[in-house]
Protein backbone atom coordinates (compact mmCIF):
# COMPACT_ATOMS: atom_id res chain seq x y z
CA UNK A 1 0.00 0.00 0.00
CA UNK A 2 0.86 3.88 -0.34
CA UNK A 3 4.61 4.39 -1.11
CA UNK A 4 6.02 3.48 -4.31
CA UNK A 5 9.59 3.51 -2.75
CA UNK A 6 11.30 2.72 0.39
CA UNK A 7 14.35 4.55 0.47
CA UNK A 8 16.05 7.14 3.33
CA UNK A 9 14.01 10.23 2.35
CA UNK A 10 14.23 12.94 0.56
CA UNK A 11 17.77 14.88 0.79
CA UNK A 12 17.13 18.36 2.58
CA UNK A 13 19.47 19.79 0.30
CA UNK A 14 18.04 19.16 -2.90
CA UNK A 15 15.97 21.96 -4.42
CA UNK A 16 12.82 22.54 -2.54
CA UNK A 17 10.75 22.47 -6.14
CA UNK A 18 13.11 20.45 -8.88
CA UNK A 19 12.85 22.41 -12.08
CA UNK A 20 12.15 19.17 -13.36
CA UNK A 21 9.18 19.00 -11.68
CA UNK A 22 7.57 22.10 -13.80
CA UNK A 23 8.19 20.66 -17.21
CA UNK A 24 5.53 21.33 -19.50
CA UNK A 25 2.77 17.69 -19.98
CA UNK A 26 3.83 16.64 -23.44
CA UNK A 27 0.67 14.31 -23.42
CA UNK A 28 -1.70 17.21 -22.55
CA UNK A 29 -0.99 19.83 -26.33
CA UNK A 30 -3.71 22.31 -24.73
CA UNK A 31 -2.54 22.63 -21.06
CA UNK A 32 0.25 24.02 -19.49
CA UNK A 33 1.75 23.76 -16.36
CA UNK A 34 0.62 26.46 -14.10
CA UNK A 35 3.78 28.58 -12.33
CA UNK A 36 5.76 26.70 -14.89
CA UNK A 37 9.30 29.22 -15.46
CA UNK A 38 12.42 27.21 -17.01
CA UNK A 39 14.41 30.73 -16.64
CA UNK A 40 14.61 30.44 -12.76
CA UNK A 41 16.83 28.22 -10.74
CA UNK A 42 15.14 26.52 -8.11
CA UNK A 43 16.90 27.61 -4.38
CA UNK A 44 18.68 24.91 -2.93
CA UNK A 45 16.58 23.87 0.80
CA UNK A 46 18.19 24.15 3.98
CA UNK A 47 19.59 20.77 4.76
CA UNK A 48 17.88 20.29 8.03
CA UNK A 49 14.29 21.48 6.84
CA UNK A 50 12.70 17.78 6.85
CA UNK A 51 14.46 17.12 10.00
CA UNK A 52 11.74 18.71 12.99
CA UNK A 53 8.22 17.08 10.75
CA UNK A 54 10.29 13.75 9.97
CA UNK A 55 10.76 13.78 13.80
CA UNK A 56 7.40 14.46 14.73
CA UNK A 57 6.38 11.68 12.06
CA UNK A 58 8.02 8.93 14.07
CA UNK A 59 6.95 9.94 17.28
CA UNK A 60 3.34 9.66 15.20
CA UNK A 61 4.68 5.96 14.23
CA UNK A 62 6.13 5.35 17.39
CA UNK A 63 2.55 5.76 19.12
CA UNK A 64 1.33 3.00 17.02
CA UNK A 65 -1.17 5.86 15.79
CA UNK A 66 -2.79 6.70 19.55
CA UNK A 67 -0.94 10.62 19.05
CA UNK A 68 -2.86 10.86 15.63
CA UNK A 69 -2.30 14.99 16.11
CA UNK A 70 0.90 14.64 16.24
CA UNK A 71 0.94 13.17 12.91
CA UNK A 72 -1.22 15.61 11.47
CA UNK A 73 0.84 18.95 13.31
CA UNK A 74 3.71 16.89 11.40
CA UNK A 75 2.56 16.80 8.18
CA UNK A 76 1.18 20.61 8.85
CA UNK A 77 5.01 21.53 9.66
CA UNK A 78 6.51 19.46 6.31
CA UNK A 79 4.26 21.59 3.86
CA UNK A 80 3.86 24.73 5.91
CA UNK A 81 7.79 25.21 6.68
CA UNK A 82 10.00 22.33 4.75
CA UNK A 83 8.04 23.28 1.59
CA UNK A 84 6.89 26.48 1.83
CA UNK A 85 3.79 26.51 2.11
CA UNK A 86 0.89 25.19 -0.37
CA UNK A 87 1.82 26.67 -3.36
CA UNK A 88 5.30 25.04 -3.28
CA UNK A 89 3.78 21.91 -1.85
CA UNK A 90 1.50 21.96 -5.16
CA UNK A 91 4.24 22.10 -7.47
CA UNK A 92 6.39 19.52 -6.00
CA UNK A 93 3.78 17.14 -7.27
CA UNK A 94 5.57 17.01 -10.26
CA UNK A 95 4.14 14.33 -12.76
CA UNK A 96 1.22 13.82 -10.39
CA UNK A 97 -0.09 17.12 -11.05
CA UNK A 98 -0.65 16.34 -15.00
CA UNK A 99 -1.66 12.72 -14.35
CA UNK A 100 -4.50 13.94 -11.88
CA UNK A 101 -5.24 16.42 -14.71
CA UNK A 102 -5.27 13.87 -17.45
CA UNK A 103 -7.84 11.79 -15.39
CA UNK A 104 -10.06 14.73 -14.37
CA UNK A 105 -10.13 15.36 -17.98
CA UNK A 106 -11.78 12.05 -18.80
CA UNK A 107 -14.22 12.72 -15.98
CA UNK A 108 -15.00 15.88 -17.99
CA UNK A 109 -15.43 14.06 -21.45
CA UNK A 110 -17.24 11.14 -19.89
CA UNK A 111 -19.63 13.32 -18.14
CA UNK A 112 -20.51 15.12 -21.87
CA UNK A 113 -20.45 12.24 -24.05
CA UNK A 114 -20.21 9.12 -22.04
CA UNK A 115 -18.05 6.35 -22.39
CA UNK A 116 -18.16 6.42 -25.59
CA UNK A 117 -17.00 9.88 -25.61
CA UNK A 118 -13.92 9.04 -23.77
CA UNK A 119 -13.15 6.16 -26.54
CA UNK A 120 -13.09 8.60 -29.43
CA UNK A 121 -11.28 10.98 -27.35
CA UNK A 122 -8.43 8.23 -26.43
CA UNK A 123 -8.05 6.39 -29.49
CA UNK A 124 -9.09 3.22 -27.41
CA UNK A 125 -11.56 0.90 -28.24
CA UNK A 126 -13.91 -0.92 -26.48
CA UNK A 127 -13.72 0.58 -23.10
CA UNK A 128 -17.52 0.79 -23.21
CA UNK A 129 -18.19 -3.14 -22.46
CA UNK A 130 -15.45 -3.52 -20.09
CA UNK A 131 -15.86 -3.38 -16.63
CA UNK A 132 -15.00 0.17 -15.09
CA UNK A 133 -11.52 -1.14 -13.19
CA UNK A 134 -10.73 -2.97 -16.41
CA UNK A 135 -11.06 0.20 -18.48
CA UNK A 136 -9.46 2.43 -15.98
CA UNK A 137 -6.57 -0.15 -15.90
CA UNK A 138 -6.18 0.00 -20.02
CA UNK A 139 -6.33 3.89 -19.84
CA UNK A 140 -3.10 3.72 -17.52
CA UNK A 141 -0.39 4.71 -19.89
CA UNK A 142 -2.34 7.56 -20.63
CA UNK A 143 -3.27 9.42 -17.29
CA UNK A 144 0.80 7.88 -15.89
CA UNK A 145 3.19 7.53 -18.81
CA UNK A 146 5.60 5.27 -17.35
CA UNK A 147 9.56 7.27 -17.36
CA UNK A 148 11.06 5.75 -14.87
CA UNK A 149 11.85 8.79 -12.34
CA UNK A 150 10.43 8.56 -8.50
CA UNK A 151 7.86 11.42 -9.30
CA UNK A 152 6.48 9.92 -12.05
CA UNK A 153 6.08 6.24 -10.56
CA UNK A 154 4.97 8.18 -7.33
CA UNK A 155 1.34 9.34 -9.82
CA UNK A 156 1.67 5.93 -11.06
CA UNK A 157 1.22 4.09 -8.25
CA UNK A 158 -1.84 6.90 -6.84
CA UNK A 159 -3.27 6.03 -9.29
CA UNK A 160 -3.54 2.29 -9.60
CA UNK A 161 -3.81 2.12 -5.76
CA UNK A 162 -6.85 3.91 -6.49
CA UNK A 163 -8.61 2.01 -8.99
CA UNK A 164 -7.62 -0.88 -6.10
CA UNK A 165 -9.31 0.64 -3.56
CA UNK A 166 -12.70 1.32 -5.73
CA UNK A 167 -13.80 -2.57 -5.73
CA UNK A 168 -17.08 -1.34 -6.96
CA UNK A 169 -15.83 -0.51 -10.16
CA UNK A 170 -15.35 -4.31 -10.59
CA UNK A 171 -18.93 -5.00 -10.89
CA UNK A 172 -20.55 -2.00 -13.43
CA UNK A 173 -19.44 -1.47 -16.63
CA UNK A 174 -17.83 1.18 -17.86
CA UNK A 175 -20.73 2.67 -19.78
CA UNK A 176 -22.90 2.04 -17.28
CA UNK A 177 -20.69 4.39 -14.78
CA UNK A 178 -22.10 7.84 -13.16
CA UNK A 179 -19.83 10.41 -13.40
CA UNK A 180 -19.43 11.07 -10.12
CA UNK A 181 -17.94 7.83 -9.46
CA UNK A 182 -14.77 8.91 -11.94
CA UNK A 183 -14.77 11.73 -10.12
CA UNK A 184 -14.10 9.03 -6.59
CA UNK A 185 -11.24 7.96 -8.70
CA UNK A 186 -9.94 11.07 -9.49
CA UNK A 187 -10.09 12.34 -5.58
CA UNK A 188 -8.08 8.99 -4.55
CA UNK A 189 -5.42 9.53 -6.67
CA UNK A 190 -4.57 13.09 -5.77
CA UNK A 191 -5.22 11.82 -2.03
CA UNK A 192 -2.51 8.89 -3.14
CA UNK A 193 -0.05 10.76 -4.49
CA UNK A 194 -0.20 13.33 -1.63
CA UNK A 195 0.55 10.30 0.75
CA UNK A 196 3.06 9.01 -0.82
CA UNK A 197 4.94 12.17 -1.57
CA UNK A 198 4.39 13.09 2.27
CA UNK A 199 5.98 9.32 3.09
CA UNK A 200 8.79 9.71 0.43
CA UNK A 201 9.64 12.82 2.21
CA UNK A 202 9.22 12.66 5.75
CA UNK A 203 7.04 9.07 6.86
CA UNK A 204 9.21 6.66 5.22
CA UNK A 205 9.52 4.99 8.82
CA UNK A 206 5.88 4.02 8.33
CA UNK A 207 6.64 0.62 6.82
CA UNK A 208 9.84 0.32 8.55
CA UNK A 209 9.38 0.57 12.30
CA UNK A 210 6.07 -1.14 13.07
CA UNK A 211 6.66 -4.29 14.25
CA UNK A 212 4.00 -6.16 13.24
CA UNK A 213 2.41 -5.50 9.63
CA UNK A 214 -0.76 -4.79 10.68
CA UNK A 215 0.09 -1.76 13.02
CA UNK A 216 1.98 -0.56 9.79
CA UNK A 217 -1.39 -1.06 7.92
CA UNK A 218 -3.19 1.11 10.43
CA UNK A 219 -0.68 3.57 10.44
CA UNK A 220 -1.58 3.98 6.60
CA UNK A 221 -4.78 3.76 6.59
CA UNK A 222 -5.44 6.26 9.28
CA UNK A 223 -3.07 8.69 7.79
CA UNK A 224 -4.86 8.25 4.18
CA UNK A 225 -7.99 8.81 5.68
CA UNK A 226 -6.70 12.16 6.99
CA UNK A 227 -5.24 13.12 3.49
CA UNK A 228 -8.19 11.53 1.49
CA UNK A 229 -10.55 14.12 4.05
CA UNK A 230 -8.41 17.29 3.02
CA UNK A 231 -8.75 16.50 -0.39
CA UNK A 232 -12.39 15.61 -0.24
CA UNK A 233 -12.88 18.72 1.39
CA UNK A 234 -11.36 21.34 -1.00
CA UNK A 235 -13.34 19.47 -4.18
CA UNK A 236 -16.37 20.18 -2.14
CA UNK A 237 -15.41 24.01 -1.17
CA UNK A 238 -13.92 24.49 -4.96
CA UNK A 239 -17.47 23.08 -6.18
CA UNK A 240 -16.09 20.39 -8.82
CA UNK A 241 -18.46 18.33 -10.17
CA UNK A 242 -17.50 16.36 -13.61
CA UNK A 243 -19.70 18.28 -15.61
CA UNK A 244 -18.46 21.44 -14.93
CA UNK A 245 -14.90 20.76 -16.82
CA UNK A 246 -14.10 22.50 -19.56
CA UNK A 247 -11.17 21.00 -22.09
CA UNK A 248 -7.99 22.83 -21.38
CA UNK A 249 -8.99 24.20 -17.60
CA UNK A 250 -8.16 20.72 -15.85
CA UNK A 251 -4.52 21.63 -14.75
CA UNK A 252 -5.66 25.19 -13.30
CA UNK A 253 -8.44 22.80 -11.45
CA UNK A 254 -5.73 19.83 -10.37
CA UNK A 255 -3.85 22.78 -8.84
CA UNK A 256 -6.50 24.53 -7.18
CA UNK A 257 -7.48 21.40 -5.47
CA UNK A 258 -3.82 20.44 -4.58
CA UNK A 259 -3.36 23.78 -3.04
CA UNK A 260 -6.63 23.48 -1.17
CA UNK A 261 -5.97 20.26 0.33
CA UNK A 262 -2.91 21.78 1.36
CA UNK A 263 -3.84 24.39 3.40
CA UNK A 264 -6.54 22.32 4.86
CA UNK A 265 -4.09 19.96 5.83
CA UNK A 266 -1.57 23.05 7.37
CA UNK A 267 -4.97 24.22 9.52
CA UNK A 268 -5.86 20.62 10.97
CA UNK A 269 -2.12 20.54 11.95
CA UNK A 270 -2.08 24.42 13.45
CA UNK A 271 -4.36 23.50 15.65
CA UNK A 272 -2.97 20.17 16.97
Not at 27 to 34: F, G, K, R, S, T
Not at 74 to 99: K, P, Q
Not at 246 to 251: E, I, K, N, P
Request: with cysteine; glycine share 10%.
Amino acid sequence: MGTSTHNGGQKGATPLVPSWLDQPDANAPNEVAPGSDNTQIPPIGDADRFRVPRGDFTRYINSGGRNSGLGRKSVSNYIRNSLGGSSNATRRMGSARNSSARLLNVAGVFASGGARAVEQYLSIANLSRKTASDAFIAITDFICPDGGPQDEGIARSAYISAIEESPEMATVKFEDLASEQIMVIVERTIANAIFNRITNDIGNKIILLPQEPAESDSLIAQMKDFVKGSVSDAVTNLEIKAGNIRQGDSSKIVDQVYKAAFDIMISAGENE
